[in-house]
């Protein structure tokens, strides 16, 4: 069955960067793309971008330009999402999904909490 | 790019049925027949309900549907039960590998 496994909590100073993995399991990884998508406490779902299954094209939410990065290694079928000069409204569960015309299948989510 | 648009709650008996809308606009909603929904449980990561507009994935109960008119689409959940109290999310492909989510909508079984 399809599983994303994705990184522990994180905790991380103002300004610092954090890098969320996300292992995919049960599907051919390189036939879809991955979704990142976060949720800050007690907000709504916002999507942050997309990075094909073989790593050759991304797609990155105007809001995230510049402070994000997402890749992805098909040896070990993991993907990852680097986030940049973190803010505290950067505090939320981000999550990653398989993405191909619908974002199915979720990871558990990873907890990132911006501390001062 | 503004989220869609959803009810911030809506709530009904059980067995009853509510819907749920989706308003977007022509460069989402209106241009795909993409849009899904999902269900979240607190704590819990969403799940998938309905994708491409009206299906279902496995697992899904019939008592959850999905249609769209022009910007607007919507789920519908007949036979109400208590366990479908959750938080619901649409989501709609925008095109250029881009996606859009709604605000969200808590429903509130009675």
């Known amino acids: 069955q399809v599983q994303l496994v994705q990184s522990g909590v994180e905790v991380k100073k103002y300004g610092a960067s954090v890098k969320v993995s996300c292992k995919a399991s049960?599907?051919?990884?390189?036939?879809?793309?991955i979704s990142w998508v976060r949720q800050a406490p007690g907000q709504g779902l916002e999507w942050m971008g997309w990075?094909?299954?073989?790593?050759?094209?991304?797609k990155y939410g105007q809001k995230f330009q510049g402070r994000v990065t997402m890749t992805s290694d098909t040896s070990t079928n993991t993907a990852y999402m680097e986030l940049r000069s973190l803010r505290y409204d950067d505090t939320a569960m981000y999550y990653c999904?398989?993405?191909?015309?619908?974002?199915?299948?979720w990871g558990q989510g990873t907890l990132v909490t911006v501390s001062s | 790019q503004s989220a869609l648009t959803q009810p911030a709650s809506v709530s009904g008996s059980p067995g009853q049925s509510i819907s749920i809308s989706c308003t977007g606009s022509?460069?989402?909603?209106?241009?795909?027949?993409?849009v899904s929904w999902y269900q979240q449980d607190p704590g819990k990561a969403p799940r998938l309900i309905i994708y491409?507009?009206?299906k279902r994935p496995s697992g899904v109960s019939y008592r959850f549907s999905g249609s769209k008119s022009g910007e607007t689409a919507s789920l519908t959940i007949t036979g109400l039960q208590a366990e479908d109290e959750a938080d619901y999310y649409c989501?709609?492909?925008?095109?250029?590998?881009?996606?859009?989510f709604g605000g969200g909508t808590k429903l509130t079984v009675l």
């Open positions: 491409e507009g009206n």
């Open positions: 989501c709609s492909y925008a095109g250029g590998n881009t996606w859009i």
């Open positions: 990075i094909s299954g073989n790593n050759d094209k991304t």
């Open positions: 999904a398989r993405a191909w015309t619908t974002v199915d299948h």
């Open positions: 022509s460069s989402d909603v209106g241009s795909y027949a993409l």
């Open positions: 049960g599907y051919t990884f390189s036939g879809y793309g």
